[in-house]
């Protein structure tokens, strides 16, 4: 059975120090637990992210999808979960509270991930009319 793009992200993530190739090769990588809102089930997601202070925001953009993602709707449900981060980290897991950015807060780091890639522009355009949800996993 061929591996999924996100388990593949996932293992490379792992036996990389939070290092990972093509799409995402460069970009600084965070992978977020948490826990499905119906199923209970545990999921990780690898998702790009923009440190902030000692926190990191990730991006809900589902790659410019019309609807939220689900982790985004997971974390919302339970907002306390734990994040693995690489090599800067040395591969530690992190508990983390959840919170989503309003505002100029949330407008401020919006617009600096669309400067630091700009293809977060493409997805802002190709989700409107949803915005896209900047959340911030503050270190607990």
Known sequence: ????????????????????????????MILVHHRGRRSGEERVTPLVFQPV?????????AAGA???????????????????????????????????????ERDRVWEEQKRRAPGFADYEEKAAPRQIPVVLLEPR
């Open 53 to 61: 202070g000692d926190a990191f925001a990730v991006f809900a953009s």
């Open 1 to 28: 059975m061929a591996e999924d793009f996100n388990t593949r992200v996932i293992r490379e993530f792992r036996e990389n120090e939070g290092r990972v190739g093509p799409p995402f090769e460069g970009a600084p």
């Open 66 to 104: 019309p609807e939220q993602p689900a982790w985004y709707l997971n974390l919302v449900a339970a907002p306390e979960t734990t994040v693995e981060v690489g090599a800067e980290h040395r591969g530690a897991q992190v508990r983390v509270g959840v919170r989503d950015l309003t505002g100029e």
